[in-house]
């Protein structure tokens, strides 16, 4: 163990919108295409070990969870299930709609309904074990441990329930600046404490037991004459190594924390939307342009830039062994090589968006698309 959202008015995203690209501009007589696919020799074989369906995801975005062998996903329309190899284990209607993706530590399966009701089931049967009000809109997965289910609302409230039995532990609250980003970006329990990006470029370290706050690291500071051009909310799941902790913000800077006493390792300006992931020698960010970066872990020195897949809405990216994978709009998933950023392989999991997180699984990785179908890949 380591020592140690997001939303916004309608008028502020039509002038974001707006000030952005043409492919943006909503008032753009046409607006550009997603790159076309660049033809390559792959150099990787990537293969779907199984496909499944859950359910589409409507107006929300479902992120699947994996516990040893174990997928765990949700749809939109209230069904929960429990995969191993493609075989359904179980299936279980909720009779909720749901707003967010699974939250599992392979002792509980947790959903969050559009009305704010959390619902735990039993990872191993189904079965249901509770069912909370947090009387909060949730768009993450929960964060899910031995002892609390952590859910964070759309006002990036960190709201800790009992896993034992749902009732309220504590809730976490700090003030967040008049804008911030729509985000589906949850938390992340690392042993003692809890790990949560919120607006305004801030990474907080909060005590898991009580919801207090040990400390604050500054990602990102807001800048700008505007509420609209300080936006700089850190976006996507912190991400942890051996002794450091890392996070992205949107219009602001990637950087890396030591965990033993908070002091920056390094820093670097970057605007992302989607977030970032890190190995012992990269720090892999998909920029709010559509490129993949390549970082030196330890330096933050650029190494790779991969930037032919502009306009595609390029998904968050995943290091699995020597390859980096990201999902696109189109349902394509793409692999890069981890040392160049070339392409080594490319496959459509379907038609639909893969806006999900690709999500790492034993001897692989697996993705779920808008329409709900879940493909379980590896790659050679």
């Known amino acids: 163990m380591k020592p140690f959202s997001l939303r916004l008015a309608p008028l502020a995203v039509a002038a974001l919108l707006a000030a952005g690209c043409s492919s943006l501009n909503p008032f753009a007589s046409s607006a550009p295409k997603p790159a076309p696919l660049v033809d390559f020799k792959p150099t990787a074989q990537l293969t779907a070990n199984w496909r ?10 479902f992120l699947p969870a994996v516990s040893r062998d174990s997928v765990f996903a949700a749809g939109h329309e209230g069904e929960v299930a429990r995969f191993e190899d493609g075989r359904a284990v179980w299936r279980v209607d909720t009779q909720a709609e749901l707003s967010a993706g699974v939250g599992s530590d392979g002792r509980l399966a947790v959903v969050v309904a559009t009305d704010g009701t959390v619902i735990a089931l039993d990872a191993d049967n189904g079965s249901e074990r509770w069912r909370a009000a947090v009387g909060a809109e949730v768009l993450a997965p929960p964060a899910v441990s031995l002892d609390v289910v952590i859910v964070r609302a759309s006002d990036n409230r960190l709201i800790a329930l009992s896993a034992r039995d749902g009732k309220r532990r504590w809730v976490y609250q700090r003030n967040n600046p008049p804008l911030a980003l729509r985000s589906y970006a949850g938390v992340l329990i690392e042993g003692p404490v809890v790990l949560a990006g919120f607006p305004g470029g801030k990474l907080a370290v909060i005590n898991v037991a009580n919801g207090g706050a040990i400390a604050e690291l500054g990602v990102a500071v807001p800048r700008g004459a505007t509420e609209l051009e300080r936006v700089a909310d850190i976006v996507g799941m912190p ?57 030196d872990a330890a330096s933050g020195a650029s190494v ?8 595609r809405k390029v998904s968050r990216p995943l290091i699995v062994g020597d390859h980096v994978i990201v999902g696109d709009l189109e349902g394509y998933i793409h692999v890069l090589d981890r040392d160049t950023g070339a392409f080594a392989a490319r496959d459509r999991a379907g038609s639909d968006p893969i806006a999900a997180d690709p999500v790492p699984l034993r001897r692989g990785f697996v993705v779920q698309d808008a329409d709900g179908d879940i493909t379980a890949y590896e790659v050679r």
Request: hydrophobic content about 40%; proline content about 0%.
């Open 239 to 295: 991400v942890v190594g051996r002794r450091e902790v890392c996070a992205v913000a949107y219009q602001g800077r990637a950087a890396c924390f030591d965990t033993s006493n908070g002091n920056a390792i390094w820093a670097r300006e970057f605007s992302s939307s989607v977030g970032m992931d890190r190995d012992g020698r990269f720090a892999m960010i998909t920029d709010d342009r559509d490129a993949v970066h390549a970082l």
């Open 304 to 311: 790779w830039k991969q930037d032919a897949l502009a306009r």
């Open 52 to 61: 499944a369906n859950i359910g589409e995801a409507g107006s929300y975005r």
